[in-house]
Each structure stands twice: as C-alpha cells, then as structure tokens.
C-alpha cells in the first residue's frame, strides 16, 4: 500500500481561508529570446548593429556564446567591422565597418552598419540564422533603415533556407538619405526539416547590397515581424499557450530588475536606448517595456507582478514614479507621460517588488541585510504616498540558502533582521525563492551515493520529494515572522523549480519527464496546505515563452499539464477553494543530508496528497502524486461520504518511466494524461493504482452541501 486517505468531513478541517489562484503564475526575465521572439515577436538580433555585450565568466573567457542571451550557431565567428551575431555574405576583405551615428542605438554611442562594396566587387551583404514559426504563418514584415551613396545601389532581401535555395526574395532601390524601409517577405511553403539537425537556424534572413558603382551602403535598425503578430508586435503561440495552461499572474523581475530603469522602456521605439544586458549578456532593445507588459498581460488574461529594482542607481524616488506612471491619472506629472504615450487610462497595478535576491553578490545593488532592511523603508514609504493601495513584497531569502548567508556555512538571517528592523509597517509580504539542483560537485554526488548506499534513481527522488522538507521551511518562517508581530506572513514564492545537478550518464529528473512533473505538483501541495500564507508562486519555466533558445530549448513539457489540470477548478468563476486537511497513513522513506541545502528528514511520504473543497462544500478534488521512481502505490480513499451517491472523476498524468524525455513538438508523446475510474473496495473505500512518478487529480461531487452535514 502506498497511502491510506481517510476523508472524514468535519467543519474544523476546512480552512477559513480561501486558496489564491496566483499560485499559478510564471516569473518573467527580461532575457534574450525569451522576450525576442517569445513575447514581442521580432525574429532578429543586433538589428541596429551595436557593438555586442558580453559579460566576463569566472574562468575568464569572453566568448559571446557563451551567454544565455545568444541565439546563433555555437559556431558563428565575429567578422572584422561586422556587428555580431551577422554573418558575412560575399568576399569579408576590407568589407565592413561598424560606425558611431545612424538612427537607432545606446544612447550616446549609437552604431550602424556599413558594407563596402566596388573595385571589382559590385555584391556583398550580411546574413543572420533564425528560426521561423512557419507551422503558423509563412508571412514577415521586414523593416530597415538603409541608404548608399552610390546612386544605383538597392538591397536584395531575402530568406533562405538550409538548403540554400531562396525562399522569398525581394528588392529596395536605396537613396542617399536615411529612410525606413518595409517589406514583406512570404515563404513559399513550411519548412520540412525543423529542428532535425539544430533547435534554432533553419533559415537565414540575407540582406545583400548590389551596386553598379563604388557605394557604401549603410544600414540600421532591422527588424524581421511575423505577419500574425497580435496588434503587430506580440507572438501568438506564446500568448495562446500562456491561456491554456492557465497562467494566473505574471512576475516580471528578476537579476535584470537591479540594473532596469524603467525610463528606458517607455515613448517611441525609435527614442528607446539599447542597453547591454549586464547580468546575462547580449543586448536589450528595451522594446519591451512598461506597457508593452502590462498589455501583454491583459491579452493573456492574468494579473501583472511587478519587480522594482533595489541599488543606488535606482533610487525610491525613481521607483515611486514608476507607481504613479502606472497608476496615476492623467492630472499626475507621470499619469500625464504615460497618456501622451498613448494610455490615457491608469493600469491599476496592484502588485509590486522591491529588491531581487539582493543579498547576491551577483546582484546589482546587493548589501546586506541592515543596509536593506533600512534603506528598504524609504522605497515603501514613497511607493506607497503615490498609491496607498497597492501591495508591496520585499526581497527575502530561501531559508536554506546557505550559498549567501551573513554567517557562512549557516541558515541565513536576512529573513529575521527584516523582521526586525523593517517590521510590519513595511512588510506587506516576503519574496522567497527555492531552485532545488542538489549536489552540484560530480566527486560529492559520487560519495552521497557510497556513504547512503544510494543510486542515481534515489537521488533524483531525494530532489523530487524536497517539497515536503520546504512546507516545513514555509512554516518555520511563519512562525518567525509571528514573533513579530507579522501574522498571517504573506509570502511570493517568486521563482521556484527543480534543475537537477547529475552525471551526464545518470537519469535524471529534468523538464521533460514525469519526475519532474511530480516535484511540480508536491510543490504545488505545498502551496495549497500552506494557502493562509502562500499567497504568490511564480515557476520559473520558458517553456510558454515560445521561442529558440539554445541553452534551454524544449517543447511544452509534462509539468506545463501538471500545473494546468491543477489550475483548472481555479479558473471557474462560480465557486472559490479552500484547503481541506486529510488523515493519511502511508509508506514513508528518509531523506539523507544532501550537499548544503538539503537537510536530513525523516518520514516522507512515497504518496503525496493536497485536498481542496469548493465554497459551497459540494465538491472535493484530491491532488495526489506518486514520487516515487521505482515503484507504483496503491491509493486507497475511505469517505464520510455516501459513497454510492458521491459522483467521482479521475485524471490519470504517467509515463512509461518516470525518466522518459517528452521531445515532440506538436504531439504529445512521452507521458500519458488519460481519463480513468476509481476501484470499488468493501464498504465505502475506493482505490486507483498509481503507477511510478505519476500525478492525479481526484475529483468528487458530494451529495452533502451544507456545512452542518460535513460531520
């Protein structure tokens, strides 16, 4: 037997409180491809040709493939005088040259790109690797900003594919002066062979200068748009996969909100800067900005969480300005700003951040945590003088986050000295984040294994189970938190998931497997029995930013299910949730000490369950989730209800194996969500056999409605 659920309804194991639905948001960064083409749907980087950013790694390489932020071919090379990651197209001798001026850029420092062209050589150009979403659209709007000084040069611009056969072609005859140039480019069929040898680069987009006389020929600011953009600028994928698995909220912040200032993301796109991405490298066109999200959000239909960054260089007074471009009227200096950009409506943004993880020293502006916990009180008060009714969480820390603790090698007491010298006239709630990676030393993984006389397959579930060990950790920082005065302590977890550390030749728990998808569920448990203070969860997951990303690239994944069959019954609009607490009885397992983080922990469950019951007490769903990698359990649910009367339904997620990788695109293979019936035992028990690394949802239609009758 795995577990043993006995549900005797009783008013004192409901919970007073209701469960929050935004326990099902996404954290956002502004990075890379993410954004570029995963939120505003331009297809090309550099267009506007400036000398390309690339953050120094700690073993002392400046490779621009390297960052997360690249999207090319590891195999692309710079070119002399060429802004990366362009390609050359033609003879590279003497032939480029990137100088300061041209129409769009970093601000006092604006570059554009010039190709040399004449004595013999009347052809030459430049060519970027892209991917296109041509499963959905075969139509792009191309834009540039060109001219020549020859005066019979045009541009030929093109799309090719692997093959190198031209796939759409096109002209524009240049001028001596700097227009802006629009084409639209349509593929003459959908590409047959995406994704096969590379995640990215199926296509390149050529633009080709063609003389008749020597000519420089400049260009600046290129942009490739697919034709199906939503209002012209938003990817359609991302914005209907963000709706179907039921994004409630989303968080946008992160390492990049510390050096953001938001004045860089507001006005005409020509008039924004290009800023060098400090924390993760490349370049940020900040076309993404305030409205941009705020829209983004409205289309997707959830809740926007906004991230204020904490540093010298960003300072309360900024910050507070920012509230009131968002949420003041139109009479406010700011409100007046935002409408002479074209929103002449205050967005009502009732969610923000200060600070993110700033105790990091990797993080701009990071201090410790008295400097913080003072400082953090003028950010409040002056948020809060523009608009008292918003909330805002300030930057706390993991509570085993031993990696950045004031006192080494020890629990840190960031979270406590908040509490202390910030208190509950600033704290309207705690910004925590938990990424669960293990043992990140290939010789100490090799002894966890020799001195617990553990396999690989353990260890992987040791990381899938941490959930139980971090409800503990949530509970500990409530009560922590009541000793100041601050109860019930709101807590944002405001990026949380699994990244198993492994050996390349180990199993392993990642994105694309059912064992995954059981840490996303315990997870989401941990959230629903810890309701009365969990009140905003933000996974960090790409995966619905559609796009192509090198470093992380994959198709929607089986925790993306997960999370969505457990948002669905909070999407309804007839009835709220509360929590509602289980007798359980069960096989158990020990968890070891697992490198710094993980702390020895007695009786975890193999079988994981969260209860859930609706306003009316009419109905009940159980999330129940088998973590265990080996072995399937046998759920067994014994009722006070009549079990003859009470309407049931269950969705069944598994897989073959819990480690099988889900890799298809466009089906889904690798794990199964299957529709099934509970067993009917003696008396008024009722079982379903959970097979190895399996979640379900347990849905039951009571015939008691009131709540005298849940006795």
């Known amino acids: 037997m795995g577990i043993h659920i006995d549900i005797q309804s009783a008013p004192e194991k409901v919970s007073p409180w209701y469960i929050d639905k935004r326990i099902f948001g996404k954290f956002f960064e502004t990075n890379g491809r993410d954004t570029y083409p995963g ?51 033609g003879d590279v001798t003497d032939a480029f040259e990137q100088l300061q001026g041209g129409v769009h850029g970093k601000q006092g420092w604006k570059t554009f790109q010039r190709i040399k062209l004449g004595e013999g050589t009347m052809s030459r150009g430049i060519a970027q690797r892209i991917t296109l979403a041509d499963e959905r659209t075969l139509t792009y709007r191309l834009q540039l900003y060109g001219r020549a000084t020859g005066s019979i040069t045009h541009l030929q611009v093109a799309i090719e594919d692997k093959t190198g056969e031209l796939r759409s072609d096109s002209r524009i005859q240049l001028t001596q002066e700097w227009n802006r140039y629009e084409v639209e480019l349509t593929l003459d069929r959908v590409s047959s062979s995406r994704y096969e040898a590379s995640p990215f680069g199926e296509y390149k987009l050529l633009i080709i200068a063609n003389t008749e006389e020597a000519s420089f020929v400049d260009l600046d600011w290129v942009m ?12 359609p994928t991302t914005i209907a996969l963000l709706k179907r698995y039921h994004v409630t909220s989303i968080r946008w912040g992160g390492n990049y909100a510390n050096e953001y200032n938001w004045k860089d993301g507001i006005g005409p796109w020509l008039h924004r800067p290009v800023r060098d991405n400090q924390n993760w490298g490349g370049l940020e066109p900040n076309y993404f900005g305030t409205n941009e999200f705020l829209r983004f959000c409205q289309l997707i239909e959830a809740e926007p969480f906004m991230n204020i960054g904490f540093s010298y260089d960003l300072p309360p007074e900024l910050a507070a300005e920012w509230v009131e471009y968002v949420n003041g009227d139109a009479s406010t200096p700011m409100g007046r700003l935002r409408a002479e950009h074209g929103y002449p409506e205050p967005w009502g943004v009732k969610l923000w951040q200060v600070g993110n993880e700033s105790y990091g020293d990797y ?38 986050y031993v990696d950045f603790s004031e006192i080494p090698g020890q629990p840190p007491i960031w979270n406590k000295r908040l509490f202390a010298l910030a208190g509950k006239d600033y704290v309207d709630g705690l910004d925590i984040h938990q990424y669960t990676r293990g043992i990140r030393d290939e010789g100490l993984r090799k002894d966890w294994l020799v001195s617990n006389e553990a396999d690989p397959s353990f260890y992987n579930q040791v990381l899938v189970v941490y959930p139980s060990q971090y409800e ?45 998808a059981c840490y996303v569920a315990a997870m989401l448990n941990t959230f629903i029995r810890q309701g009365d203070s969990v009140k905003y969860a933000y996974q960090r997951d790409n995966t619905l930013y559609y796009r192509a990303y090198p470093v992380d690239m994959r198709p929607v994944n089986p925790g993306n299910d997960t999370s969505r069959f457990y948002a669905e019954p909070f999407m309804r609009t007839e009835t709220k949730w509360r929590s509602f607490e289980l007798q359980t009885e069960g096989t158990t397992f020990d968890i070891p000490q ?9 009786g975890i469950a193999h079988v994981d369950a969260a209860a859930i019951l609706s306003e009316d007490n009419a109905e009940m769903i159980l999330f129940v989730v088998n973590r265990d990698l080996k072995k399937a359990h046998k759920v067994e649910l014994q009722g006070g209800w009549d079990g003859d009367n009470a309407n049931s339904s269950v969705l069944l997620q598994y897989s073959d194996s819990p480690f099988m990788r889900h890799t298809d695109w466009y089906e889904q293979r690798g794990y199964h969500l299957v529709e099934t019936q509970l067993i009917r035992e003696e008396g008024n028990t009722v079982s379903l056999l959970l097979p190895a690394g399996s979640v379900a949802r347990i849905t039951f239609r009571l015939a008691h409605k009131s709540e005298g009758d849940l006795k």
């Open 224 to 235: 490739l748009m697919s034709g199906d953009a939503v209002e012209g600028l938003y990817n």
């Open 594 to 602: 697992t490198w710094v983080r993980i702390r020895p922990m007695a």
């Open 472 to 516: 503990v950790l949530i509970q500990e920082l409530k009560e922590l938190a009541s000793g100041y005065g601050i109860e019930p302590l709101a807590l944002e977890i405001g990026e949380w998931n699994l990244e198993p550390e492994t050996d390349a030749n180990w199993p392993k728990a990642e994105y694309e497997t059912m064992a995954h």
């Open 363 to 400: 993080q701009f502006g990071y201090t410790n945590s008295i400097d913080f916990a003072k400082r953090i009180q003028t950010y409040y008060t002056k948020m809060k003088e523009v608009d008292p009714s918003i909330t805002i969480i300030i930057a706390g820390q993991d509570p085993m």
């Open 39 to 89: 939120i505003i749907d331009d297809c090309v980087a550099n267009g506007s040709f400036e000398h390309w950013f690339s953050k120094r790694k700690k073993d002392g390489t400046n490779l621009p493939w390297t960052m997360r932020t690249e999207i090319m071919y590891r195999d692309v090379e710079p070119t002399t005088g060429l802004a990366y990651p362009w390609e050359p197209v």
